[in-house]
């Protein structure tokens, strides 16, 4: 039965279901078919994910992880991505909040080569202008298994994300996006692999064609990080970012966070590795870049690289170099020939073009106000370029560190404001020249003052207070900055080659919108130090710490708020450490902070505002004791789900340590698991951490152990673990609102509230027990959205379900159908005498509106929205009476009749009917009495679309069913004759209405909330009072009858039947909830005006409208036109 009724549901779809394809809807009220790929599951597999090509959208809340092992293809290709988005998916938005994970493993045992390609990317990008955006990790891995004796090489494989484009819209990062590839045996070489980013073109593999490339905008906050290993020989391979076309123009590159990349040679010989191991490798004929800024850490690194090529961390290759840009952060360089912090080079693109290396041209302008080292230098500059081909203007107002500024000083244009540094060739500091300082853009520069040769400058603190200021030092000894009094800093940048400011004892340092750059050439140095006294250091407002913090030993307190920026690991060093994350607020909404990289040494750890702790992060892993105190906000734990102990346990997480010991309380914050699709049942493990008993209160509004979806509760168990339950009614809002509505449009008596609360819960324990609440992920996940508008939009669709279900309505729709049939018998007024004929047909068409609106305010303690379900109907058809006299006052007759019905709801639900009537009647006279009563039966087919959407979620349906209806009615009229042709005609009509409608299986279908519809009748009666006008005009020809009604009707019976349904499940079928019915009116107007022309020769024509209307709703316009014969 349940494959019968999976088989149906999928023959039914218009689209193709996979993993959550949904149909869009926009908050402006209409509805746009574009087609949504969303996960919030964990897939496993070692097929890689082919988005499908009607996609406009793609989102990931769960987690893919891809690995293909090959065995036996020496060229295998697209295997092992994580993501792969076809060519035709193309000006789509791309979001990432899980995990995305892609890897191929080589492991063939014949002695070939093998060629790896496409393969082991994260995501994998075919089409053109897309839009990426990445909050949580991307990975991409390549790997080679040592097991044979011949070579191997990857070509564009292992990338986090690998974009064979010529256009991106804009890429943001704010999360982690890795790169790596390892081969590991002689003569194993690497073409564009194992980079972070990788956008564009290989140049050694493309042809004379090769596209241009064109990028809006990179932004990273996140880490950016490409790592290959190999043997021989690379092209552009473990960048942190690399971009090459034909022509490469970038509008915009800005970096808050780290980008890094790093390649290592294990047997290396004298071969070449080309634009291999920077943070940033761009290369084109043409290569223009508007805007580039960094305030984060750029860094490139080669280990045991012997090549031909000189890389820079920011390594630029091209014809013609035209950059605008500025550092206020880090960018060093370090390795073999890893050697300078930017390069330029000329760009031979070997089967695309072979231009001349005179041509060559640079027009660069770079200012540095943060910190720059290279292991050789600062600037290299290719020898290539005619006189005057190359302008470089290069000026510093921070501090950079070299054995050199330029290896070209000829044709670079130098200024130094800042503090240049002399290095030896294993790193020492042999010379420090302090520029002329000054000040620059607003900005006062202070350089440290100068003992001989000292390498320990630094600048001792004289005041209390530095707004916008660069302070530049060596801070070898120290710190370029040494605090030895309370000092403020404001929107300051301070820059040490080694530490940018060192606190002394019982001294406090708050520093606001204030830069912190240094690390030395290996950015193993902390940028900022504490002494073994006790120091106090506050980060605010949008600082950024560009490397590590070591407060040192002693009692010391450090304050990070919500909006800086943290690039580098956090220590408290020994004794009592107390860190302070986030700040406490009173707005709706606050910034995130994410916690990317390692807490150690602090024994008590405060949190306010929101905070997440990503999956590749610990915290105390040093086996620090240390207590948590969740004093506001929410700390997020990102969850990794790939990651299991063996009881099958989840340990993919910051706060698990099997050695330490932390303990997590709570006085007004939440701790929040961010599932990355993780679902009902999954044990996370907790070991070295102990959550106290008191912030688990499930159901409650005081429980502080939730998850980041609303309906997915996390449960503390007797072991110290955490289990993920699903809730077994709607939530509640934590807290009333702040400011409520003083007059909302409608405010729902109490008693009302309580009982849709419960019917909605009905429908929402339906789709629990049928185990479809992970269809509603993306609504549920409380991603980009307040707990208020989660559950706002989950109350929208259980409403939906519930209050504008096209089901209920097809008892009312079938109703008017009868109704219709039956007024216009009641028209039909003139009759046959005896042994005479008529035969009459009419076209019918009418349209009905019907209004259920409502507001949502205060339904729930605050606004759901409007509840406004309007539906139209359209109704053409026709129907022919055949009469006969029996005598010239009785007659009898029958009805066969037919129509086609269009509903239309608010959003894009719609029923499609046709109805087929056979009726009869009879008609007698007595004296001013005129009588008449009918009989009728109908058989409607009904075709519905049911779709259901909030601003988060869409689905459709459909099915087919059958509507069997009976009607019955008596007429009395009474006849008074009035002056001039004028007769006034009283009228009482009473009608009886049975519907039965045959139960509803729309088929289950995986992810689109299908629901059955148990079988339902209806019975209800109408007392019709009408009052007919009618003027006689008499032609030459025959008679015009001119019929004026005023009426009122009563509606009795089941005004509002409601229905049974639930929701359909792959196991079993869900618990059965309410469908509100329709509402039918109490009482109803009416007012009609038709017309009867009688020839003389027989023929009989018709016409008429009618309108029908209630209280605030329900509008029925009708017109006939009709033609008879009587014979």
């Known amino acids: 039965m349940k494959n019968e009724k999976m088989i149906k549901g999928c023959l039914k779809k218009y689209v193709t279901i996979t993993h959550g394809i949904l149909v ?7 509805i746009s078919y574009g087609q949504e790929w969303i996960n919030d599951k964990i897939i496993v597999d070692e097929n890689s994910i082919e988005i499908p090509e009607e996609s406009t959208d793609i989102k990931n809340d769960g987690t893919i992880k891809i690995k293909h092992l090959e065995e036996t293809d020496v060229r295998v290709t697209n295997k092992g991505n994580g993501m792969v988005l076809g060519q035709n998916i193309t000006d789509s938005k791309i979001i990432n909040s899980g995990i995305i994970a892609g890897n191929i493993i080589t492991s063939i045992k014949i002695e070939d080569f093998i060629e790896p390609s496409a393969s082991g990317n994260g995501i994998f990008i075919k089409g053109e202008n897309n839009s990426l955006e990445n909050k949580g990790i991307i990975t991409g891995e390549g790997q080679r298994n040592k097991i044979n004796s011949r070579a191997s090489q990857f070509e564009r494989s292992g990338n986090g994300v690998y974009a064979k484009v010529s256009t991106i819209n804009e890429l943001k990062n704010s999360g982690i996006i890795q790169g790596d590839v390892t081969t590991g045996y002689i003569d ?6 194992g980079n972070g980013i990788f956008i564009g073109f290989d140049p050694v593999y493309e042809d004379r064609d090769m596209p241009d490339v064109n990028i809006n905008s990179i932004y990273n906050e996140g880490i950016i990080q490409g790592k290959a290993i190999t043997d021989s020989s690379n092209t552009p391979s473990g960048n942190g970012i690399t971009i090459s076309g034909k022509v490469t123009k970038i509008e915009t590159l800005e970096n808050k966070g780290v980008i890094q990349g790093e390649v290592t040679t294990i047997d290396p010989r004298d071969d070449y590795f080309d634009n291999s191991g920077n943070g940033i490798h761009i290369s084109g004929l043409d290569v223009t870049i508007n805007n580039f ?3 984060g850490i750029i860094t490139g690194i080669a280990n045991n690289s012997k090549g031909r090529s000189v890389n820079g961390s920011i390594d630029i290759s091209g014809q013609n170099i035209s950059i605008i840009g500025s550092n206020f952060g880090t960018i060093n360089s370090r390795g073999d020939n890893q050697k300078y912090a930017i390069a330029f080079k000329w760009l031979d693109m070997r089967g695309v073009h072979f231009p001349d290396p005179n041509d060559f041209t ?22 290539y370029g005619r006189p005057g081909a190359i302008d470089i203007n290069f000026e510093n107002n921070g501090l950079i560190a070299g054995t050199e500024v330029s290896n070209d000083d000829a044709r670079t244009n130098y200024t130094n404001n800042g503090v240049a540094i002399t290095l030896d060739n294993i790193g020492n500091i042999t010379n420090i020249e302090n520029g002329s300082a000054g000040l620059i853009d607003g900005k006062t520069i202070l350089n ?4 001989g040769n000292d390498s320990s400058t630094s600048t001792l603190v004289t005041g209390t207070n530095y707004d916008n200021y660069i302070i530049n030092g060596a801070g070898v000894d120290k710190g370029a900055l040494v605090v030895d009094k309370n000092t403020e800093l404001t929107s300051s940048i301070i820059n040490g080659y080694n530490t940018a400011v060192y606190i002394e004892s019982e001294k406090t340092l708050t520093a606001t919108d204030t830069t912190f750059n240094g690390g030395g050439l290996k950015n193993a140095v902390a940028v900022i130090k504490g002494d073994d006294g006790n120091n106090i250091l506050n980060l605010l407002g949008n600082s950024i710490i560009n490397g590590a913090v070591d407060l040192g030993d002693g009692t010391d307190t450090l304050t990070i708020a919500n909006t800086v920026q943290i690039n580098g690991n956090l220590d408290g060093g020994n004794e009592l450490d107390i860190l302070n994350l986030g700040e406490m607020t009173t707005t709706k909404i606050t910034p995130n902070l994410n916690i990317l990289h390692d807490i150690n040494g602090f024994e008590e750890i405060n949190t306010n505002g929101n905070i997440t702790l990503f999956e590749t992060s610990k915290i105390n892993s040093d086996n620090t004791k240390g207590d948590i105190s969740l004093e506001s906000g929410n700390l997020t734990l990102r969850i990794d789900p790939t990651k299991k102990d063996s009881t099958d ?15 997590v309380n709570s006085t007004g914050g939440n701790l929040v698991l961010g599932l990355n699709g993780i679902g009902e049942n999954t044990i996370v493990a907790m070991n070295g951490t102990i959550i106290q008993n008191s912030m688990d209160t499930p159901h409650s509004e005081t429980d502080k152990i939730i998850t980041n979806s609303l309906v997915l509760d996390a449960i503390l168990q007797e072991d110290g673990d955490i289990k993920i339950g699903i809730l077994d009614r709607i939530p509640l809002p934590p807290k009333p609102p702040i400011n409520p509505p003083v007059e909302p449009p409608i405010t729902p008596p109490t008693v009302i509230d309580s009982l849709l609360y419960e019917k909605l819960n009905k429908v929402y324990q339906s789709t629990v027990t049928a185990g479809e609440i992970g269809a509603l992920a993306n609504t549920t996940l409380l991603e980009d959205k307040t707990y208020e508008e989660s559950l706002g939009g989950l109350l929208t669709i259980l409403d939906q379900i519930y209050a504008n279900n096209p089901y209920a309505y097809t008892l009312k729709s079938s109703r008017d159908s009868l109704k219709l049939f039956e007024d216009n018998m009641s028209y039909l007024t003139i009759k046959p005498k005896e042994n005479e004929w008529i035969i009459q047909g009419k076209g019918i068409y009418t349209g009905v509106k019907n209004d259920n609106a409502s507001s949502g305010k205060n339904y729930y303690g605050f606004d759901t929205g409007h509840r406004n379900y309007k539906t139209t109907t359209s109704t053409s058809g026709g129907l022919a009476t055949f009469e006969y006299g029996l005598s010239d006052k009785t007659s009898i007759g029958g009805v066969i009749g037919g129509n086609n019905q269009d509903i239309n709801f608010k959003g894009s639900s719609k029923i499609k009917g046709n109805s087929l009537y056979l009726g009869t009647f009879a008609k007698t006279d007595i004296n001013n009495f005129k009588l008449m009563a009918g009989l009728g039966y109908q058989y409607t087919a009904a ?12 689905f459709k349906t459909s099915d087919k069913y059958d509507i069997n209806s009976l009607n019955a009615f008596a007429e009395v009229k009474y006849s008074i004759e009035g002056n001039d042709n004028w007769t006034l005609e009283p009228k009482a009509r009473l009608s009886y209405y049975y519907i039965e409608q045959d139960n509803v299986n729309e088929g289950y279908t995986p992810g689109q909330l299908s629901i059955a519809v148990d079988k339902a009748n209806s019975n209800t009666a109408d007392l019709e009072l009408v009052i007919d006008l009618i003027k006689n005009v008499y032609l030459q020809q025959g008679k015009l009858k001119n019929i004026f009604s005023f009426g009122i009707i009563n509606t009795i019976g089941d005004k509002s039947k409601e229905l049974n349904g639930y929701v359909l499940g792959n196991s079993k079928d869900g618990n059965k909830f309410d469908i509100q019915g329709v509402e039918l009116p109490r009482t109803s107007g009416k007012v009609a005006y038709n017309l009867e022309l009688e020839q ?16 605030d709703y329900n509008r029925n316009a009708s017109a006939t036109i009709g033609l008879g014969y009587k014979f």
């Not at 194993?188 to 692999?193: G, I, P, R, Y």
């Not at 440290?448 to 003992?451: F, Q």
């Not at 003389?1096 to 209280?1111: C, L, P």
């Open 293 to 295: 800024n960094n305030y």
């Open 362 to 383: 640079v027009d660069t302008t770079y200012r540095n106000f943060g910190t720059m080292a290279g292991e050789k230098g600062i600037i290299y500059l290719d020898r």
């Open 448 to 451: 440290g003052n100068i003992v």
């Open 649 to 663: 346990k989840i340990i993919g997480h910051a706060l698990y340590n099997e050695t330490g010991e932390l303990t």
């Open 24 to 30: 869009l809807f926009l908050i402006t009220g209409n």
């Open 943 to 954: 075709d519905a679309d049911r779709s259901v959407s909030n601003m988060y979620d869409s």
């Open 188 to 193: 194993s070489t690497l073409a564009t692999s």
């Open 1096 to 1111: 003389t020769s027989g023929m009989i024509y018709t016409a008429g409208v009618s309108m029908e209307f209630a209280k």
